[in-house]
């Protein structure tokens, strides 16, 4: 069975500081890696990564992708409150047919 | 672009009644996703959707739970009957058609309270 797990479940800083977060998976056929902001209820996409893409950069935002570990890493620089969400990990395998979700990082930014 | 569509937004119910949410996929979007999410969890997967075929549905508590996607577009998800542990976020999810490489989209979800 596809698994996903994510650590911390739960991470409390101030403005201004660097943030990693971690990803770690087994999935039969492994295609991609998504990561996700949840802030109310939608989540929102930030990242796909797969093996012809492991690194992925927007703004204060990069991840990437170690296939030999079977992990990723979300780094968040520079952390604004605005940030505060949670960060879901997810994989897709047996083909892409759907997407396994991890239990999510609560990131907490205090001013 | 318009987005995911979902309704009710909100939805509070005596256990043992009845409920449906509905939802309207991205206009293109063949693949349609059902998740669950209890509080404090990640999304988990109730069932999937390649136009109007279930592609899984293995996690779907089929006693109580059903969903169909008639003509391949929308979507609904009922609920007969209710128990309290069926309080969750009910998302509904979309994406084109399945090479592997494609992320979902995500509508905003309905709250679903079973009192």
């Known amino acids: 069975e596809d698994k996903v797990v994510q650590s911390p479940l739960s991470l409390v800083v101030h403005e201004g500081d660097t943030v990693t977060l971690n990803c770690s998976y087994e999935v039969t056929n492994f295609r991609s890696l998504l990561w996700y902001k949840q802030e109310k209820k939608a989540p929102t996409f930030l990242f796909m990564l797969t093996s012809s893409g492991i690194e992925k950069k927007s703004g204060r935002l990069s991840s990437i992708l170690d296939k030999k570990e079977l992990s990723s890493i979300l780094n968040i620089t520079a952390t604004q409150t605005g940030d505060s969400a949670i960060y879901l990990c997810a994989v897709s395998g047996n083909y892409g047919q759907n997407f396994v979700f991890g239990p999510g990082t609560r990131l907490s930014v205090l001013p | 672009e318009a987005g995911v569509a979902q309704s009710p937004r909100y939805k509070i119910i005596e256990k043992r009644q009845s409920v449906a949410f509905w939802c309207n996929p991205i206009s293109g979007h063949a693949t349609l996703y059902w998740y669950q999410q209890i509080l404090g969890q990640g999304p988990k997967l109730l069932i999937q959707f390649q136009n109007n075929g279930v592609v899984d549905d293995s996690q779907l508590p089929k006693d109580r739970f059903s969903a169909e996607r008639l003509k391949g577009v929308d979507s609904t998800l009922k609920i007969q009957p209710a128990k309290l542990e069926d309080s969750a976020v009910y998302l509904c999810?979309?994406?084109?058609?399945?090479?592997?490489?494609?992320?979902?989209?995500f509508g905003q979800g309905t709250r679903l309270t079973v009192v």
């Open positions: 999810a979309s994406s084109e058609p399945d090479r592997g490489t494609t992320e979902a989209f």
